[in-house]
């Protein structure tokens, strides 16, 4: 198996078919519906909270909003739906996740979206959770991860899961790799390839983008969706403190199994730092949308699928950190 990352690709140009960038259309179908662009903040506590997953939700962008306030996500999904919005939650797998599950079902409260998110989502205890909501919930649009193997997309695939999210150390505040040895730090890319050959359903990646044109890289690769976490948690919107050092502003961004997330040092596999202050959320989304439809004018199509089949080289043989 080749390995490789982002910064070890390049996308091949063919012939230029649209008059402007205008022309070209960035976005994609996920599950019942159709969102600008197939990026997706991070259910991150540092990266998501309940004013941007509403703002997201109005300006038809995907959002998942994160699971670690777990007693407002029944009252969020009754927000979303009263403003006439998606719902898009996280779960987890531990025991009292499934009377949440059994609440929502009751309540007949269902999100169009629910993700379960875990460390490790190649397990029998997350496949025993995606046949219990599938039952449960049927309707909801059903995402379980992360992942990085073939084998773990088919299992999920085949438990229920309607679509699956690959990437395990590749986060810019992960410790994964140095901490347990394991994971798709440095060839995320290369795993999202290997990834996509198995899944029958749409894959998300997860981790590890650290420019715009990493997005059609992904994309070129298998993605129908990219996560990204410390790009997106430098903005006013974000949840992070603003902190000023020597005249320039930062973010706080923590991982989801850092010791601040936890409030405790019980199996840290992240880390708290700072990223730079990038303003308002609205513009990098634009710049993204523009990078996106110039990637799809070289790519010589009018939408993300010209993007999938275009060649690419392999531009130099190092390996990068994730977490550099
Ligand atoms: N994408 C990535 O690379 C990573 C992401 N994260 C993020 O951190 C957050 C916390 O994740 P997580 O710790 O899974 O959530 P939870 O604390 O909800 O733990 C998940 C459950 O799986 C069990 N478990 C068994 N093996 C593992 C393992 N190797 N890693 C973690 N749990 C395991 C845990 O038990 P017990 O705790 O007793 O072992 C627990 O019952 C999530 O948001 C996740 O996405 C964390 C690490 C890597
Ligand atoms: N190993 C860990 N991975 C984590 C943690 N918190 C979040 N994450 C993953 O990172 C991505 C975001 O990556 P980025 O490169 O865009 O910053 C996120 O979606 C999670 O999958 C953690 O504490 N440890």
Known sequence: MEA?????????????IIKSRKEADTSIKFGKRTF????????MESVINE??????????????MHRFQPEKRADFIKMMHDKGL??????????????????LANEKL???????????????????MIKYIKEKLPESFLTAGNIATPEAVRELENAGADATKVGIGPGRAC????KTGF????????????????ARKPLIADGGIRHNGDIAKSVRFGASMVMIGSLFAGH????????TIDNKTYKQYWGSASAVQKGAYNNVEGKQLLVPYRGSIKDTLKEMQEDLQSAISYAGGKDLHSIRVVDYVIVKSSIMNGDK
């Not at 004013?51 to 998942?64: F, H, I, K, Q, R």
């Not at 998606?86 to 609440?103: L, T």
């Not at 994971?183 to 198995?198: E, F, H, N, P, Y």
């Open 4 to 16: 490789f990352d982002y910064d070890d690709i390049q996308l091949v140009p063919n012939k230029c």
């Open 36 to 43: 600008k662009l197939p990026v997706v903040p991070a259910n």
């Open 51 to 64: 004013p941007l997953a509403v703002w997201l939700a109005e300006n038809d962008y995907y959002y998942v």
């Open 86 to 103: 998606f719902a898009s939650i996280s779960v987890g797998i531990k025991d009292e996740e499934y009377k949440f599950i059994d609440q």
């Open 110 to 128: 269902v999100p169009e979206y629910i993700t379960i998110d875990v460390a490790h989502g190649h397990s029998d205890y997350v496949i025993k």
């Open 175 to 178: 410790i994964t790799k140095l």
């Open 183 to 198: 994971g798709t730090g440095g060839w995320q890319l290369a795993a999202l390839r290997m990834c996509s050959k198995a």
């Open 236 to 243: 006013l919107e974000s949840p992070g403190n603003i902190i």
